[in-house]
């Protein structure tokens, strides 16, 4: 079982890697290069749509959404170009910089979705 979990971790890395070179290739339609950003920013968020601290249901997000993001991206991305951009990606592994603006800017946008949802929530409830 931890093996199966190590080896799914693993590719689940290896994916995530080819939907950041996909998103950066010039050959990747625009559709495919929107979701692929949504998946990738969704992926390195430090923000859940369920906190991990919650047990079981904290991990069901990345366990349903983030395959069924990187699933959708494949679909979008030509096969040929994903094949090639997944071998690469297994071959020379990406190392990222951290960049903490980039955290900061992806909380805010958390943080202002979520505003603006209670917002047009309690809109509807008045109305």
Same mark, same amino acid.
């Given at each position: 079982?931890?093996?199966?979990?190590?080896?799914?971790?693993?590719?689940?890395?290896?994916?995530?890697?080819?939907?950041?070179?996909? !998103?950066?290739?010039?050959?990747?339609?625009?559709?495919?290069?929107?979701?692929?950003?949504?998946?990738?920013?969704?992926?390195? !968020?430090?923000?859940?749509?369920?906190?991990?601290?919650?047990?079981?249901?904290?991990?069901?997000?990345?366990?349903?959404?983030?395959?069924?993001?990187?699933?959708?991206?494949?679909?979008?991305?030509?096969?040929?170009?994903?094949?090639?951009?997944?071998?690469?990606?297994?071959?020379?592994?990406?190392?990222?910089?951290?960049?903490?603006?980039?955290?900061?800017?992806?909380?805010?946008?958390?943080?202002?979705?979520?505003?603006?949802?209670?917002?047009?929530?309690?809109?509807?409830?008045?109305?």
């Amino acid at each position: 079982m931890i093996k199966r979990l190590r080896r799914f971790a693993q590719n689940m890395k290896v994916q995530l890697q080819v939907l950041y070179l996909a !998103s950066r290739d010039p050959r990747t339609p625009l559709a495919a290069k929107l979701l692929l950003i949504v998946v990738i920013a969704y992926a390195f !968020s430090p923000i859940d749509l369920i906190p991990d601290f919650i047990p079981l249901i904290g991990y069901l997000d990345d366990l349903i959404l983030l395959p069924l993001g990187i699933y959708l991206a494949m679909r979008l991305v030509p096969p040929e170009l994903w094949r090639e951009l997944q071998t690469r990606a297994e071959t020379q592994p990406l190392s990222l910089p951290k960049n903490r603006v980039a955290g900061v800017v992806i909380a805010i946008v958390w943080i202002a979705a979520l505003v603006a949802i209670v917002h047009w929530l309690w809109k509807l409830s008045v109305s």
